[in-house]
């Protein structure tokens, strides 16, 4: 449950100066103006205000996997997480919720958790060679980690390449985290709910360097994969710093991001009822 916003109280401004009475008609249009700057700027502060939400220790965390391949199991956040910061340079029509939750340096199953947005959308594909295409692409920021996430989805279309789409998966982590970076990434789950537990996509997942995954979805599987993607509003990555700290990073789909993926999927000619060549 996302906790009620608090704004903060308001504070004393100082006592108004005295003014002398205009002599002019001018004076009275100036001093109208000035306040209804006045009142424009705190109905502008107030709208900011609102939305805004403090930290909340109550939520579950996502499903995480066990380094042993076991049944995932529910984990619930400890209390120091759930501090939420929506970037000022993003759209709330199209950002969406996401939140990543890190294992604490006890161990055990108690997460600590960080809010951020994901922001669903659609861009031009242009290779050397092939004609123009169009990709989806998600940007999923936590602020307060200063952690940025990109996944870039892609048909295949070299007949050499036994897969049906790609998804790369980006991890831009700062300089000298103490983390260390991400080491592993196991595949991505889609879910229904935020904390409930997922099903994985189909795909072998492969390292091309620090921080810069490659997954190949297997065309025996396309149907599988692209009707969770369709059918499921969250998606989890779950990966592993550098330390061995085990982290799981789940964003939504929401309505901005149902409305990318049915764009580039009917593009692909794979929306819903369409043919996707799978065998």
């Known amino acids: 449950m996302r906790p009620r916003p608090r704004p903060p109280g308001p504070g004393r401004g100082a006592p108004a100066a005295k003014v002398k009475p205009p002599k002019s008609n001018l004076w009275k249009f100036i001093l ?61 029509a199209v950002a969406q919720r996401a939140v990543l939750y890190e294992e604490n340096p006890g161990g055990g199953q108690q997460f600590q958790n960080f809010v951020g947005t994901a922001v669903w959308k659609t861009e031009a594909v242009n290779a050397p060679g092939r004609a123009p295409d169009l990709g989806l692409r998600i940007e999923s920021e936590i602020p307060e980690r200063k952690i940025n996430v990109t996944l870039k989805m892609r048909r295949n279309t070299d007949p050499s390449f036994p897969a049906s789409h790609t998804i790369e998966v980006i991890f831009d982590v700062p300089p000298g985290d103490a983390f260390g970076g991400v080491a592993d990434m196991r595949g991505i789950r889609a879910k229904g709910g935020e904390t409930a537990q997922g099903t994985p996509l189909a795909a072998e997942v492969q390292k091309v360097k620090e921080g810069y995954f490659l997954l190949a979805l297997p065309k025996m599987q396309e149907d599988a994969n692209l009707s969770m993607l369709r059918d499921r509003d969250w998606l989890d990555i779950p990966f592993v710093y550098a330390n061995g700290r085990r982290a799981v990073l789940t964003f939504q789909k929401g309505t901005p991001g149902e409305r990318a993926l049915r764009e580039v999927l009917n593009s692909w000619g794979q929306g819903q009822g369409q043919q996707t060549g799978s065998q």
């Not at 609102?50 to 909340?56: D, W």
């Not at 579950?60 to 501090?83: C, F, L, N």
């Open 32 to 92: 109208a103006g000035v306040a209804v700057l006045l009142i424009v700027a705190a109905g502008v502060f107030a709208f900011t205000l609102r939305g805004r939400s403090p930290g909340s220790n109550t939520a579950q965390a996502p499903a995480s996997d066990s380094d042993a391949g076991k049944t995932s199991e529910r984990i619930t956040q400890s209390q120091d997480g759930g501090r939420t910061s929506t970037p000022s340079n993003l759209d709330p």
